[in-house]
């Protein structure tokens, strides 16, 4: 039986993440698109979308069959509203959009979204619930925690780590060998050649604190 996947939050991150899961179905993923979670009912009005707003995510019960995904691009929020449906014993899919390319190696977590044209070059680890935006280029030996959100247009270089929480802009390109510190942040554009500090904000080129 397919797997019925609910993506939480039906705003414009999920909206774009159903389009990513309808590819996938459509590219011969065995899924079925059940709905959102969100207490905002009429979010969708106007879309043309045809998949419901289920309930709040507050008050969701899992089925048996469900697989999530969890459409919010705030690091934080991500991780507090994916720990709801945990806590539940929801369980979550691993979205990998038919155009990506992963050579030998990589790992994906639980959760791991991977979006159209990215390439995931070898060898590396994603933790959970880490989004990796379209036609982003992540190079060999990268080890990316749990529920980063890294933009599109993005190149990580070869031997990056990236802590947990982190988000990286549109853009942003970050140099062979940094380390970024849990809930960093880089700005879009950005060019990132040393060590950004846990809960830095960081912005230019080169990428200095703001």
């Known amino acids: 039986m397919p797997k019925d996947i609910v993506i939480i939050s039906a705003g414009k991150f999920g909206r774009e993440i159903s389009s990513f899961v309808a590819q996938s179905i459509a590219a011969g993923r065995d899924w079925r698109l059940k709905g959102f979670l969100d207490s905002r009912s009429s979010l969708l009005d106007g879309f043309g979308r045809q998949i419901p707003i289920l309930a709040s995510v507050e008050a969701y019960e899992p089925e048996e069959n469900d697989l999530f995904l969890c459409a919010i691009g705030t690091p934080a929020d991500r991780r507090r509203y994916s720990e709801i449906i945990q806590r539940k014993g929801g369980r979550f899919a691993t979205l990998t959009h038919p155009t990506a390319v992963l050579g030998d190696g990589v790992t994906l977590g639980e959760g791991v ?11 590396m680890v994603l933790g959970d619930s880490v989004y990796v935006g379209p036609h982003t280029c992540c190079s060999h030996d990268n080890r990316i925690a749990d529920w980063c959100q890294i933009s599109g247009h993005c190149g990580i270089g070869g031997g990056v780590t990236l802590g947990e929480e982190v988000f990286v802009g549109s853009g942003a390109v970050i140099a062979p060998g940094v380390h970024i510190g849990k809930n960093a942040f880089v700005g879009t554009g950005s060019i990132v050649l040393r060590r950004v500090h846990d809960g830095a904000k960081v912005f230019g080129n080169p990428a200095i604190p703001i």
């Open 113 to 123: 979204m991977i979006a159209p044209f990215v390439v995931l070059t070898s060898d």
